[in-house]
């Protein structure tokens, strides 16, 4: 390897001479997107974990928490976790599938997360319609409808954002490297709302007032 010094560049051929573009060394547009919502979507959700651990510090003092012996389900909503954990996975396998330019392993990979993600969605529909309180009864069932109710609709969301890619991959001549950003945004976005959901679930469910 040859190496120059600082005083020869001038003397080389101007064909070897390479101007640095600043553009090879920017961030994608879309990933620089990406971060800035996510990071949004973080401050947003805080707002409400900040708020619910507020009113829980309030109220659980004079009538302990959950109010009035409201009744939650922390198994079987235990079982909805851990089915989105596992679409948290299938998301991932679909994505690892993708890099190979493996556009019917991508395609099954991700229908795979999209029911993974309906049944846990339709399991909280399940559960609210089991629950014995309304919304409106105090801070407590407020603060538990708004919270799930939520992130329910982040999921219906994300599964909005698989039938899209889904259809744009099918009949997509280039599947593979131009698709992939596409496809690891909305697997960001996937990971994201699960992360949030075990922060949720471990609050509401696991870690009661009494």
């Not at 560049?9 to 600043?22: D, G, I, W």
């Not at 651990?53 to 109220?59: C, E, I, N, S």
């Not at 280039?174 to 922060?199: M, N, Q």
């Amino acid at each position: 390897m040859t190496v120059i010094a600082p005083g020869e560049a001038s003397a080389l051929p101007p064909q070897a001479v390479r101007p640095v573009n600043p553009a090879d060394y920017r961030p994608a547009f879309l990933n620089v997107g990406v971060i800035v919502w996510l990071a949004s979507e973080l401050m947003f959700f805080s707002g409400l974990f900040a708020a619910f651990y507020t009113l829980r510090a309030a109220d659980a003092q004079a009538t302990g928490w959950p109010t009035h012996g409201d009744k939650i389900d922390a198994v079987t909503v235990g079982m909805a976790t851990i089915i989105l954990l596992i679409s948290s996975f299938t998301m991932q396998m679909g994505v690892h599938r993708a890099t190979k330019a493996d556009k019917a392993g991508f395609l099954g990979w991700l229908a795979m997360t999209f029911v993974l993600g309906a049944l846990f969605d339709g399991m909280q529909l399940s559960d609210y319609a089991g629950r014995n309180f309304p919304v409106y009864q105090d801070a407590w069932t407020s603060c538990f409808y708004v919270l799930t109710g939520i992130h329910a609709l982040h999921v219906a969301g994300g599964l909005m954002g698989m039938v899209i890619m889904g259809v744009r991959s099918k009949f997509s001549k280039k599947f593979g490297h131009h698709t992939l950003p596409a496809i690891e945004f909305l697997s960001y976005y996937w990971h994201f709302v699960d992360i949030v959901w075990i922060a949720l679930y471990a609050s509401i469910f696991l870690l009661r007032g009494h």
